[in-house]
Nanobody, 121 residues
Framework: QLQLVESGGGLVQPGGSLRLSCAAA????????IGWFRQAPGKEREAVSC????????SYADSVKGRFTISRDNAENTVYLQMNSLKSEDTAVYYC??????????????WGQGTHVTVSS
């Protein structure tokens, strides 16, 4: 059973940076398409960024293009989301999720527990 554990969230001022991590156990992330999602209070969950199996494709929500970067470290079996130039509207709970079949699906099979990101002065 694949397990995902996110970390790296916290409180940051506008314009600041955070790097979220999603560590996997129980299987190898190489086999999976990976996505970072977020859900702000009172809003629907949205896909922030995705990377395909084999790293052949990446995608970003328009709202984060040029500011966020998704990457994975196969040796560490971990995926990252580097978030720069953070804005108050980036405040949300961030989740990583993976699926073997569907790239950037809105309902991937495995989810982490989420990590809170608050952007505020």
């Amino acid at each position: 059973q694949l397990q995902l554990v996110e970390s790296g969230g916290g409180l940051v001022q506008p314009g600041g940076s955070l790097r979220l991590s999603c560590a996997a156990a129980g299987d190898t992330l190489d086999y999976y398409h990976i996505g970072w999602f977020r859900q702000a209070p009172g809003k629907e969950r949205e896909a922030v960024s995705c990377v395909s199996r084999g790293d052949t494709s990446t995608s970003y929500a328009d709202s984060v293009k040029g500011r966020f970067t998704i990457s994975r470290d196969n040796a560490e079996n971990t995926v990252y989301l580097q978030m720069n130039s953070l804005k108050s509207e980036d405040t949300a709970v961030y989740y990583c999720a993976v699926d073997q079949s569907a790239y950037c699906s809105h309902s991937p099979r495995y989810w982490g527990q989420g990590t809170h990101v608050t952007v505020s002065s």
